[in-house]
C-alpha cells in the first residue's frame, strides 16, 4: 500500500513512518521542515529496502494538490498542522490557514488522486472545550464545543472531513488525540512537558511546575498512537476516535515518575498558572477498542522512561 503522511518529519509523524516502512508499506512524506526535523526521518532514509520518498513542501501551498495527485496515494495520514494553542489565540488567521485551508489542499488532492482513506489527527484535548469533571473520561458522544481557535479548526477540519465523505466517497477517520509523549518529542512546545521535564532532570535542573500542580492530563505513548493509525487505515470510518489512556495523571504525578526514574531526588519548583489552562482531562478510548481493536498498551512508567532513555542517547551522540 502506498500511504502519504503530512508532517511526516514531525514528532508523531515520523515513527509512524518508521512503522510504516517497517510493514512494508510505501512511503511519501509531506512536510516543510518549519518544526520537523529530517533526522527524525535518518533511520527510515538510511534503509535500503524502504520505498520512501520525501517532499519538502508546505501543505498551504496549492503545489501541494498536484504532488498528492502525481503520487497518488491509497491512504493518507495528514498530521501537518499548527499544534499550539497560544500561537491559536495570537494569531487566529495563521492557524485557520494552516489547518483549515492546509487541509482542504489535502483532501483536494486526495479527492484528484482517488485515495481512498484519510486518517486525520485531531485533538482529544481541545474539541470538546472545558469539560465538566463529572464527564470524565470524555467520549466522543461529548458535545464538541472548543474554546479556541485551534480546537475550532480542528473541529472543522473533521467537518470538511464529513463533506468529502459524502461529496466524492473519500473515508476518514479522525483520532482526537490526547497528549501524547515519546522520543523525538519537542521540548520546546506547549504540550511537550515530557520532554521538558526528561531534559532537566538529565541536566540536574529543576523542573518548573506551572499552578500548583494539580491539574491534570490524559498522557498516551507515541508508539501506541502510531498503533492507532495504522489500524484506522483499514477500520473506523466516518468516526470520530479518542485515542488516550482514560487514565487522568496530575503534573505532580508525572514527575516524581520520571524522577525516581532518573534517580534524582529534587522536589520542582512551582510557577503561577498559566491562564487559560484546563484543570482536568482524561478520554474514554471505549470506541478505539470496538471499532480499531485498540487500546493502550504502555503505562508511564514505562513510557517516561523510555523517553529518559532516548534523551540521554541524544545527549551522549552529541558531547
Not at 482513506?117 to 470524565?136: E, P
Not at 488516550?244 to 515518575?257: C, D, F, I
Request: charged share 20%; proline share 4%.
Amino acid at each position: 500500500m502506498r500511504v502519504l503522511v503530512t508532517g511526516g518529519a514531525g514528532f508523531i509523524g515520523s515513527n509512524l513512518v518508521d512503522r510504516l516502512l517497517a510493514e512494508g508499506h510505501a512511503v511519501d512524506v509531506v512536510d516543510d521542515l518549519s518544526s520537523g526535523k529530517l533526522s527524525n526521518l535518518a533511520d527510515a532514509r538510511s534503509g535500503a529496502e524502504h520505498e520512501l520518498s520525501f517532499h519538502q513542501i508546505d501543505i498551504c501551498d496549492p503545489a501541494v494538490v498536484e504532488l498528492i495527485e502525481r503520487r497518488a496515494p491509497e491512504v493518507i495520514c495528514h498530521l501537518a498542522a499548527q499544534i499550539d494553542v497560544r500561537v491559536s489565540v495570537a494569531d487566529p488567521l495563521l492557524d485557520a490557514r494552516i489547518n483549515i485551508v492546509g487541509t482542504l489542499n489535502v483532501l483536494e488532492g486526495a479527492r484528484r488522486a482517488g485515495t481512498s482513506k484519510m486518517v486525520f489527527a485531531s485533538s482529544g484535548g481541545t474539541i470538546y472545550g472545558d469539560v465538566d469533571a463529572s464527564d470524565l473520561p470524555v467520549s466522543e458522544s461529548h458535545p464538541q464545543v472548543p474554546l479556541s481557535p485551534y480546537g475550532v479548526s480542528k473541529k472543522a477540519a473533521v467537518d470538511y472531513m464529513h463533506a468529502y465523505r459524502e461529496l466524492h466517497d473519500l473515508e476518514y477517520t479522525a483520532l482526537a488525540l490526547a497528549n501524547v509523549y515519546g522520543p523525538r518529542q519537542d521540548p520546546h512546545g506547549e504540550a511537550g512537558v515530557v520532554a521538558i521535564f526528561a531534559g532537566r532532570l538529565l541536566e540536574g535542573e529543576r523542573c518548573r511546575i506551572y499552578g500548583d500542580g494539580a491539574q491534570t492530563r490524559d498522557y498516551v505513548f507515541v508508539d501506541d498512537v502510531v498503533d492507532a493509525f495504522v489500524r484506522a487505515t483499514g477500520r473506523g470510518s466516518g468516526l470520530t476516535v479518542n485515542i488516550g489512556t482514560g487514565v487522568e495523571t496530575s503534573v505532580n504525578e508525572l514527575h516524581a515518575t520520571m524522577a525516581a526514574s532518573a534517580g534524582v531526588d529534587a522536589d520542582p519548583e512551582y510557577a503561577p498558572a498559566r491562564a487559560g489552562e484546563l484543570a482536568r482531562s482524561a478520554l474514554d478510548a471505549g470506541r478505539a477498542r470496538i471499532h480499531l481493536g485498540w487500546e493502550p498498551f504502555t503505562d508511564l512508567p514505562t513510557g517516561t522512561a523510555a523517553v529518559l532513555e532516548w534523551f540521554a542517547n541524544q545527549r551522549a551522540t552529541e558531547a
